[in-house]
């Protein structure tokens, strides 16, 4: 699959948005892997450790955008969210080119911003922008069986269960069976623009 070119503007619908990663982004990076906000908790920035120096989120933020290039990323390419309620930082989505035709989305929440809708509003639009402007046919989560609150989340953004798929960590080689959730554009869930 070719590379995945980035959104023209930043992707919102009032109350959160997904925006390109920018290196004004690496002081909040550097907060959350010193245990501000609560941290790294539930492994929502994997490729992100306890004490990561600021030259390492640097390094995690570059990676990302040569992810859109298609270039010689680790982690492929992603999107910060953001809150209405703070310009840092507070989760983050990745895109993973699956089959043709097939997008997958993998989605964090920092965990004291967790329980306010903000996973799933990402979710929806993330998918919705890969659908409508990319192209894309179907847009998959992998969810593991052991994450309800991530499964709860792709049941509101109006993904449907699509049985199991099994693969390989590949930093681990640990063998892992994910659930397989699954969206096309008239099954996302519609929120109403925020006023202003």
């Known amino acids: 699959m070719e590379s995945l070119t980035p959104p023209e503007e930043v992707l919102t619908d009032g109350l959160v948005t997904l925006r390109l990663p920018s290196v004004t982004d690496a002081d909040a990076l550097v907060g959350y892997a010193a245990g501000q906000d609560g941290g790294l908790g539930g492994a929502w920035l994997p490729a992100l450790k306890a004490g990561a120096s600021r030259e390492h989120c640097l390094w995690m933020i570059d990676d990302w955008l040569a992810g859109w290039s298609g270039g010689g990323s680790y982690n492929g390419p992603a999107l910060v969210l953001e809150s209405g309620q703070s310009p840092a930082p507070v989760g983050l989505v990745g895109f993973v080119p699956r089959d043709a035709g097939t997008i997958g ?92």
């Open 105 to 196: 989305l993998v989605f964090g929440v920092a965990p004291s911003w967790r329980g306010r809708g903000l996973a799933t509003r990402a979710v929806v639009l993330a998918a919705d922008w890969l659908i409508r402007e990319r192209g894309a046919a179907i847009v998959e989560l992998r969810i593991a069986p052991d994450s309800p609150a991530c499964q709860r989340v792709a049941a509101k953004a109006g993904f449907r269960a699509a049985g199991t798929v099994s693969g390989v960590i590949e930093a681990t080689g640990q063998e892992v069976e994910n659930l397989r959730y699954i969206a096309a554009a008239s099954k996302l869930t519609a929120y109403p623009r925020a006023a202003g």
